[in-house]
C-alpha cells in the first residue's frame, strides 16, 4: 500500500479517509472500494441498535432469526417429531424382522 504498518491503526481512527487510500485500502484487501465507504462507524453499535429482543427474534443482516421460540410453538414441534418417530416404529419393525 505504500504506507507503513503504524499508519493503519491511524486510517482506522479516523472519521474521514480520502478516496485515494480507501482504494488503496480496497485494493490490498481485494474488495469494492464501495463496501469500505458504506461501512457504519461502529458495527456493534448497529447490531445492538437493529435487533429486537421480542420474542427472541433477532434480525441478522436482512432476515430475522428466532433464537428463542415461544414455548407454545416448542411443544407442538416436538409433539410432531415425536408423531413422525411412532409411525416410522413399525417400518423399523418389519426391517428388523426382515433381517432376522
Keep these: 500500500m505504500g504506507i507503513s504498518q503504524a ?3 491511524f486510517y482506522g481512527q479516523k472519521k ?8 488503496k485500502f480496497a485494493r490490498a484487501l481485494k474488495i469494492d472500494p464501495q463496501l469500505i465507504k458504506e461501512l457504519e462507524e461502529d458495527p456493534v ?3 445492538i441498535e437493529n435487533n429486537t429482543l421480542d420474542k427472541g427474534n433477532i434480525i441478522v443482516g436482512n432476515n430475522i432469526e428466532n433464537f428463542n421460540p415461544d414455548p407454545i410453538d416448542r411443544i ?3 409433539a ?3 408423531t413422525v418417530l411412532y409411525e416410522r416404529m413399525p417400518e423399523l419393525e418389519k426391517e428388523k424382522s426382515v433381517l432376522l
Aim: hydrophobic share 50%; charged share 30%; glycine share 10%.
Design 7 to 9: 499508519l493503519v491503526p
Design 80 to 82: 410432531k417429531g415425536k
Design 16 to 23: 474521514l479517509i480520502e478516496d485515494d487510500m480507501i482504494e
Design 45 to 47: 453499535t448497529f447490531i
Design 76 to 78: 407442538i414441534g416436538l
